[in-house]
Nanobody, 127 residues
């Protein structure tokens, strides 16, 4: 059974940085795709970034390109999301998600690609 636990959320001022961690168990990291999603109050869950561990390919939403960086520590079973130059509109609950890397998915930032989810961690950016 795949289990994902997120860490690292908190309150930060605009322009600041946070690093989120996702501890994964029940997986062989290299055989999985991992994604970070976020959901603000009253809004749909949206894809932020993802990483395909078999080749390290990464994907980013336009709203976070150049500010967020996803990485994976396969030996440590942890996926990270480094968030720099945070903006008020980045405020949301951030979720880690995983999917077995069985084939090339059509959208690595879509919620329907993933079947395992963490419970989320709150990120609040004060303006």
């Amino acid at each position: 059974e795949v289990q994902l636990v997120e860490f690292g959320g908190g309150l930060v001022q605009a322009g600041g940085s946070l690093r989120l961690s996702c501890a994964a168990s029940g997986v062989t990291m290299r055989d999985y795709v991992f994604g970070w999603f976020r959901q603000a109050p009253g809004k749909a869950r949206e894809g932020v970034s993802s990483i395909r561990n078999r080749d390290g390919k990464t994907y980013y939403a336009d709203s976070v390109k150049g500010r967020f960086t996803i990485s994976s520590d396969n030996a440590g079973n942890t996926v990270y999301l480094q968030m720099n130059n945070l903006k008020f509109e980045d405020t949301a609950v951030y979720y880690c998600a995983a999917a077995a890397d069985l084939y090339n998915y059509d959208n690595y930032l879509a919620t329907y690609t993933y079947d395992s989810w963490g419970r989320g961690t709150q990120v609040t950016v004060s303006s």
